[in-house]
């Protein structure tokens, strides 16, 4: 008996297809495995024809989106869903639905029930079949895929980030838009740059001009535009912004950048917006040594970065503090002042005179064994974590969201009643916005609690995350053949800030971790 005749299907019964690439697929694809969608489809259509599902429509996720509003297709497929078209849904798995957050999982769990008017939806996959509405187990088991496959998004995401970091540590080219002077070259081993002859001279000309010549960024374009040399983009007028952003890219001198101008996300009319804004745009800036070519030497950059680089920091290439940015007084919040001697004294971080806290001075070394020990005692404290993990009560945290899950449904039957008594005559329109909007209160009120009590599971993945970062950061410090900017940016990637209090009796160093 195939699934067809199990699900006792009627002539109006369809299905409908639902395909969208994940990261992890688009990486597969790189590396040769073939295209993702073409291959599910295959395997969905095969499925559907070996069990007797009739296919109505197939629809197919190209753009990528985090969220359910960046996604046109499942928003078509959710519509005609609610509309009546469709008995259920196949998918390769669950968590191709979703990896939004707990607002997209409520959408998908809604639609599935309240779905082929109100009957209710199928959500079939090679392996198993999701009755959410017939079977309270199957509809805990979905939500719990679709919590867990957010978690693995966000898993894979860290881990693509921290990829991309090692390839601009190894001295790879990672933006996909090349600077000017330059053409992108793809390696077996990653992405490089090459001069661009035409563009490379001219490059080299405008720091000239900057530096010898002592020309400002405006007198600099209107002579290239004199001289009929075309923009990166072929517009024959050079702007002043496309002038210093060449004066103040490091890049030119054979660096690469990383964090520069990071991605930013922010929920604008319910849709996720990312955008990359200028300010502050250098502040957690990291350079390591690029494969490329230099266009520049290191002094020239320099000497043009004194006149048109803000950021003092970024300018001096020549970082000697590895602890840069990152040191502060515990009492007043000031940054410690790094002092290297060349006479051969050993470093000491200073404090400017404070009458609140009265900071002392610290030799560089005593710092470094404190701070190497802190990170230590981080790793200890994940490690002992990971191993009481099973002593948490995690049963009783899920009893606490299957109450609220129930609760909640309760909530959605007594909106479903109130909307049938308003509609009959029985309520009238004062009543029924009074009466909705508690509904909707509460509603949100048990979703919230919900999302705090799934979020406050454990799961190991985060602490053996951390402990590799931290190992990582570690093997560093402790690398000779590094220098302070390269220890600095591996700092950078993981520590928000480090505290520091010294007395003559007393000697405190605390390690905040990024989020």
């Known amino acids: 008996m195939n699934l067809a005749e199990q699900l006792r299907l009627t002539e109006s019964d369809q299905f409908c297809i639902y395909l969208r690439k994940s990261r992890a697929d688009a990486e597969a694809e790189k590396l040769g495995e073939g295209e993702t969608l073409a291959r599910h489809e295959r395997i969905l259509k095969d499925f559907a024809t070996r069990e007797g599902l009739p296919i109505g429509k197939i629809y197919k996720e190209i753009v990528s989106g985090e969220t359910i509003a960046d996604r046109c297709e499942i928003q078509e497929m959710i519509k005609e869903s609610y509309e009546g078209m469709w008995k259920g849904i196949l998918v390769v798995e669950v968590t191709r639905l979703s990896r939004g957050n707990q607002g997209d999982a409520q959408t998908i769990m809604d639609c599935l029930r309240y779905g082929n008017h109100n009957k209710g939806m199928l959500v079939v996959t090679p392996t198993k079949i999701y009755d959410i509405v017939h079977s309270p187990d199957e509809e805990e088991y979905m939500e719990f895929e679709l919590f867990m496959s957010r978690r693995e998004y966000k898993m894979i995401c860290n881990r693509m980030k921290r990829g991309k970091l090692q390839a601009v540590i190894e001295g790879n080219f990672m ?11 793809k390696l077996k081993s990653g992405r490089t740059l090459i001069p661009n002859h035409e563009e490379a001279p001219v490059v080299k000309k405008i720091f000239e001009w900057a530096v010898h010549e002592h020309l400002s960024a405006g007198a600099i374009a209107k002579r290239l535009d004199a001289l009929g040399i075309p923009t990166y983009t072929g517009v024959p007028e050079w702007s002043l912004d496309t ?68 950021d003092k920091t970024k300018a001096n290439l020549k970082l000697v503090n590895p602890l840069a940015g990152l040191l502060f007084c515990s009492k007043c919040k000031t940054a410690l002042i790094y002092r290297h001697y060349k006479d051969g004294r050993i470093p000491r971080y200073f404090h400017k005179t404070c009458k609140l806290c009265k900071t002392k001075s610290q030799k560089a070394p005593v710092v470094f064994d404190a701070l190497i020990a802190s990170l230590k005692s981080h790793i200890k404290d994940f490690e002992v974590k990971i191993d009481n993990q099973s002593n948490v009560n995690e049963v009783n945290i899920n009893n ?77 410090l402790r690398d000779p053949s590094l220098d302070a900017k390269e220890k600095n940016n591996y700092l950078k990637a993981i520590i928000a800030k480090i505290e520091i209090h010294i007395t003559d009796k007393d000697f405190v160093l605390d390690v905040f971790l990024k989020d």
């Open 175 to 185: 933006s996909s838009i090349r600077p000017y002077g330059y053409n992108i070259l």
């Open 243 to 310: 002038i210093k952003n060449i004066l103040q890219n490091p890049t030119y001198t054979g660096k690469v950048r990383w964090n520069y101008r990071p991605s930013i996300k922010t929920m604008i009319d319910g849709k996720l917006v990312e955008s990359r804004p200028r300010s502050n745009r250098t502040e957690q800036c990291m350079l390591y040594d690029g494969k490329h070519e230099a266009i520049i030497d290191e002094a020239l950059f320099y000497a043009a970065s004194k006149r048109f680089y803000s």
């Open 400 to 476: 606490q969201i299957d109450a609220l899950q129930k609760e909640l449904i309760k909530q959605q039957s007594k909106l479903s009643k109130l909307f049938d008594g308003w509609e009959n005559g029985l309520i009238d329109d004062n009543e029924f916005t009074k009466r909705k909007n508690i509904n909707r209160k509460r509603s949100k009120s048990i979703n919230a609690q919900i999302e705090h009590l799934k979020n406050s599971i454990p799961t190991t993945d985060e602490y053996e995350e951390k402990i590799m970062c931290l190992t990582d950061v570690l093997n560093a």
